[in-house]
């Protein structure tokens, strides 16, 4: 046995077998139970990329749903790595023929032979590569095309903002002009789906050369971890560069509205994970939470409506809640979004 077999993760769900292999597998593995494939999916979707389990080890149900979680995990950028290993209470051709079309690493029938089973999860976990790499990250469609039908969505709802909302833009665009020196219009560059970088673009609603004033700010960072290590995201409590009519547009999202022109000319969507700046994304890019790239990327998301604006937000919260939108985008949820959106625009915190 290879030294480092107590580092080997497994996450193991079984309502036959539980009581005849946990105490083995305790004995030489890391083990993560969950009761059923519906906890396994909750489970694998809070981790990390580098917490990711080594092993699933997986019990074949009645109904063979386990063969469509095999499938989920095949068709995963994040997840195809890993080893899974099938039990079955009984031999079965239909079974084998099935483990055999999903690929599965190995196929155990009743009586399972113990040492054998942790012998063999050894073996692959030794032989096989698990996690995926970050260059797999590499290979995320850059060229990420938002489906028809959302894009469609986009188009009319950000050109018919656009159209209705120009005589505000108009007065917006002069009361900064004439408030404080510099462009109206800020534009940065911004990362978003597939680590796509593209030009975004903001009413400015902070004092000229406010990014050099950045690293001086750092004990105002929202986001700042208890540990003094430096945060991956940046949200200034009452930031000190912001202007006055800068504070206004702020608290109402209106220093927002020029991103409507990102959706509209595709480089974002109306509903995604918020496009982050270059320095914030560089820090993700090595780290284990890169898997919120692998979502669209928008103008509103599910952390602005559910926790934006409130102080005790952690910066860990932020990521799971990127993380889980990245996994479970959808039509209907994007609409719930929606709604919630303008409510939820109304910042009480000034972060």
């Not at 593209?198 to 050369?209: L, N, P, Q, T, V």
């Not at 926790?307 to 609409?335: C, I, P, T, V």
Request: include cysteine; aromatic fraction near 10%; charge should be neutral.
């Amino acid at each position: 046995m290879i030294d480092s077999q107590n580092s080997i993760a497994i996450l193991f769900s079984s309502s036959s077998f539980g009581n005849e292999l946990l105490p083995k597998l305790n004995s030489t593995f890391n083990v993560h139970a969950e009761p059923d494939i519906n906890a396994l999916e909750a489970y694998l979707k809070e981790q990390s990329l580098f917490n990711l389990p080594d092993v699933i080890l997986l019990e074949v149900d009645d109904d063979h749903e386990c063969f469509n979680f095999i499938k989920s995990i095949k068709s995963s950028a994040l997840l195809k790595g890993l080893v899974i290993v099938l039990l079955s209470p009984k031999r079965s051709e239909e079974i084998r023929q099935l483990a055999m079309k999903h690929k599965v690493n190995d196929l155990y029938v009743s009586p399972i032979p113990l040492n054998d089973l942790c012998e063999r999860i050894i073996f692959l976990v030794k032989f096989k590569l698990i996690k995926p790499q970050l260059a797999d990250l590499s290979q995320v469609d850059y060229t990420y095309e938002i489906p028809f039908p959302k894009r469609l969505f986009d188009i009319f709802v950000s050109g018919s903002a656009l159209l209705f909302l120009s005589p505000l833009l108009l007065i917006v665009a002069l009361i900064i002009r004439l408030e404080s020196k510099g462009a109206v219009i800020f534009k940065s560059k911004r990362v978003g789906t597939g680590y796509r970088v593209f030009d975004f673009y903001k009413f400015r609603s902070m004092r000229s050369g406010a990014s050099a004033e950045l690293q001086d700010l750092s004990d105002l960072n929202q986001y700042k971890s208890e540990d003094d290590q430096k945060s991956i995201f940046v949200k200034l409590k009452n930031d000190p560069r912001i202007t006055k009519f800068g504070q206004f547009i702020r608290t109402y999202s209106i220093d927002e509205l020029p991103q409507l022109f990102n959706v509209f000319i595709g480089d974002m969507s109306l509903v995604g994970n918020r496009p982050l700046p270059l320095y914030e994304a560089e820090m993700l890019t090595s780290n284990e939470w890169s898997m919120r790239f692998l979502g669209p990327a928008g103008l509103t998301g599910l952390w602005q409506v559910s926790r934006r604006g409130k102080a005790d937000m952690s910066e860990r919260e932020r990521k799971r809640l990127d993380n889980f939108y990245a996994q479970n985008h959808s039509f209907w949820l994007d609409l719930k979004i929606l709604m919630k959106t303008l409510p939820a625009a109304v910042q009480k915190e000034k972060v």
